[in-house]
């Protein structure tokens, strides 16, 4: 029976594939986190796995504050790069299969046609260089993919979703800006097509290809549209009002457009990718129930 270790499964990618395995039968699923499994101690890694034996990792693990990693780089380093290099290095030489996930603020974000696998990084912040140390510590094995996502919410953890859902309620406006432009991500729809793709490759429908992927959910919008069909689908009565990022100044740059290609990924792996306001029709269901 085949092993997949789930690595930082209470966060919202994690919390969604726990959800999403239900459905799944005939695997062996391992879920960790920080408290079974902290993936910053290198000893700790290289024998948690060397027990388990893993025939797939996906690891949902990070460092994702972003205006905080400014001053805590060392911190955000460590579980986003120097971790990620634990985990490669304990599966180095063995046929185990790594999906790492990493993010769309690996880019400047100065484009204005979509960022592919080809496009080169360059982060405007600590956290997108974090993150970018582990795309390359995790291509140190060479059965790993990269899947960069976007804007990833959930009715799990900590997101924009549930922010503008519970400010709204208790505002008459909210103010967001309106000149970042990018693709909202249901961390559920990002889980299902992470076991679509195990699954597939599992039962020899599809190859398993190495290397730099990218999903967001279809479809684009900017925070002020995103945080509009929150509040319209949610049914609450909060006007949204447009403004420019120089009005509302964080800590950390963040890009100005970020949408991520997907065409790799859907070719490679069949995938059916819905669009962002459905997913978040059906997330803000379960936020409501
Ligand atoms: N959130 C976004 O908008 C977004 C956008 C693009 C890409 N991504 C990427 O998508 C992936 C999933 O993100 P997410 O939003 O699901 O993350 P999340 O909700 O922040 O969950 C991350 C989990 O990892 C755990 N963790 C932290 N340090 C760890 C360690 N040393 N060892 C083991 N576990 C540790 C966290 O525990 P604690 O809570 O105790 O720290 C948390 O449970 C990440 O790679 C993230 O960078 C996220």
Wanted: glycine share 6%; charged share 20%.
């Amino acid at each position: 029976m085949a092993v997949i270790l789930i690595i930082g499964a209470n966060g919202q990618l994690g919390s969604e594939l726990k959800t999403v395995s239900e459905n799944y039968y005939g695997y062996h699923f391992v879920f960790t986190d920080i408290g079974e499994l902290d993936i910053t101690d290198s000893n700790l890694t290289a024998d948690f796995i060397r027990k388990t034996q893993p025939d797939w990792i996906v690891n949902c693990a990070a460092y994702n504050l972003v205006d905080k990693a400014e001053n805590e780089s060392d911190k955000a380093m460590l579980i986003n790069g120097t971790a990620v290099k634990n985990i490669a290095m304990s599966i180095r030489g063995t046929e185990c299969r790594f999906i790492h996930i990493s993010t769309d603020y690996v880019f400047d974000g100065m484009s204005n046609v979509p960022y592919n696998e080809n496009s080169v990084p360059n982060p405007a912040g600590v956290y997108g260089r974090s993150k970018l140390e582990g795309e390359k510590a995790a291509l140190l094995h060479p059965g790993s993919m990269i899947i960069r996502t976007s804007w990833l919410y959930s009715s799990y953890g900590t997101n924009f979703v549930k922010t503008i859902f519970g400010k709204a309620k208790e505002n008459d406006s909210l103010k967001v800006v309106f000149d970042q432009t990018g693709t909202p991500t249901w961390a559920a729809d990002l889980a299902e097509s992470i076991m679509l793709i195990i699954s597939g490759v599992i039962r020899n429908q599809i190859a398993f290809n190495a290397g730099i992927y990218q999903y967001s959910d279809e479809g684009v919008c900017s925070w002020y549209d995103f945080a509009e069909a929150i509040v319209v689908e949610a049914g609450i009565n909060c006007k949204i009002i447009p403004i420019l990022s120089r009005d509302f100044p964080t800590l950390a740059k963040r890009p100005f457009y970020s949408v991520l290609d997907k065409s790799k990924i859907k070719e490679n792996y069949n995938l059916m990718i819905p669009h962002w306001r459905s997913s978040l029709k059906k997330c803000i269901k379960q936020l409501m129930k």
